[in-house]
C-alpha cells in the first residue's frame, strides 16, 4: 500500500493527527489495523471494545499520518463510560483532521445526531468516512451520504471497507493532502506510541471477549503482572491477570476444567508471537474486584489515567 504514495521527486514533507470517531461498531479499530498492516487495536463486534486512545503511525516517503482510535462515543452508564467519552470528546480539540466513521448498514442514528452536533463546536476538517460498504447495495449510499451533508459540511465524503480494503488507498490520499506541512514526530520502523505491554494486555482482552461472547460484558481488564525473558532461553515469559466483576464472570472465563481459560491464553499467545517475534510462554489467572468500573482508584490500576486526557 505504501509504495502507491511514494514520491522521491517531491521534498515536501506532510505530517499531522488524525482522529477516528464515530458510534461504537463502526469499524474504526478494523480501519486502523488495515492502515497500520499489523494488529494494533483490538476488533470485536461488540460496541465499545476500545477504551483507550490507541495512536497509529503510518510513514510514508513524504508523509506521516498518526491516526488515534477512539472509543465509540456512547452515553456513559458508569465512571469507566465517563472516562471513555471524555477521551473520545477531547481528541476532536488535539488534532488536524477527524475521520467522522459511520456504519453503512445501520444509517443514520441518535448517536450520529449526537457525534454531529459534537463536531459544530470544532473547527477542524471533518471527513465523512462510510464504512461496510461491501455490506450494502451501491444505490443504497447516495440517499445515506445526502442525509449525513444535510446535517455537516463535511470537507470531504469517503465510502471504503475496512475490512475488505476498498477505497482505502484513496481515503489515504485525501488524508495526505489535507494535512499540514511537518516534521517526521516518529521513526519510520514504530507503527503505535503505546507500550508493547499496552497491546499484549489488549490482544488478550480481545481473545477474551470473542470467546465468552454474550455471557461477559465489558466488565474485564486485563494487567500485565511481568514480561521478562526466561533464563537461559529466547522465551519470553508474559504473566498477566483477567480481572472480572463477579464470581459467575471467574467461572466462566476459567471454564470447565479451565478449558475456556486455555483457549483464551492458546490464542492470545499467537498474536503475542507474532507482535514480539519471539516465542512466548503465557501464563493467565483470574481474579474478581467487585465494580471495579466505579471505583477510581482501580480505573487508575487498570490503566485508565483520566489526568493523561
Do not use: C
Amino acid at each position: 500500500m505504501n509504495k502507491l504514495f511514494d514520491d522521491t521527486g517531491s521534498k515536501e514533507h506532510k505530517s499531522g493527527f488524525i482522529s477516528i470517531i464515530g458510534r461504537p461498531n463502526v469499524g474504526k479499530s478494523t480501519f486502523l489495523n488495515r492502515v497500520i498492516g499489523q494488529k494494533i487495536a483490538i476488533m470485536s463486534d461488540k460496541p465499545q471494545t476500545t477504551r483507550n486512545k490507541v495512536q497509529g503511525v503510518l510513514t510514508l516517503s513524504d508523509a506521516q499520518m498518526i491516526f488515534i482510535d477512539t472509543p465509540g462515543i456512547h452515553k456513559p452508564k458508569h465512571k469507566l463510560g465517563d472516562f471513555m467519552m471524555k477521551v473520545a470528546t477531547n481528541t476532536l480539540k488535539e488534532v488536524d483532521l477527524i475521520l467522522f466513521m459511520i456504519n453503512a448498514v445501520e444509517g443514520l442514528g441518535r448517536g450520529d445526531e449526537f457525534i454531529i452536533e459534537k463536531l459544530k463546536s470544532v473547527k477542524t476538517p471533518v471527513f465523512l468516512v462510510v464504512n461496510k460498504i461491501d455490506q450494502v447495495h451501491p444505490d443504497q449510499l447516495l440517499p445515506l451520504i445526502e442525509k449525513y451533508q444535510h446535517l455537516y459540511p463535511f470537507s470531504s465524503v469517503v465510502p471504503i471497507s475496512a475490512l475488505e480494503g476498498n477505497n482505502v488507498e484513496t481515503l489515504l490520499g485525501q488524508i495526505k493532502q489535507h494535512l499540514p506541512e511537518g516534521p517526521q514526530f516518529y521513526p519510520a520502523d514504530q507503527v503505535t506510541d503505546h507500550p508493547e505491554r499496552f497491546i499484549i494486555s489488549e490482544l488478550i482482552r480481545e481473545k477474551v471477549l470473542h470467546l465468552t461472547r454474550e455471557e461477559i460484558p465489558h466488565s474485564i481488564a486485563v494487567v500485565i503482572d511481568s514480561i521478562k525473558k526466561m533464563e537461559n532461553s529466547e522465551t519470553i515469559n508474559v504473566m498477566a491477570t483477567i480481572i472480572v466483576e463477579r464470581d459467575s464472570q471467574k467461572g466462566i472465563v476459567i471454564g470447565k476444567q479451565g478449558k475456556m481459560l486455555k483457549e483464551v491464553g492458546q490464542r492470545a499467545r499467537v498474536d503475542i508471537e507474532n507482535l514480539l517475534g519471539s516465542k512466548v510462554f503465557l501464563e493467565l489467572w483470574v481474579k474478581v474486584q467487585k465494580d471495579w468500573r466505579n471505583k477510581m482508584s482501580q480505573l487508575r490500576d487498570f490503566g485508565f489515567n483520566e489526568d493523561e486526557y
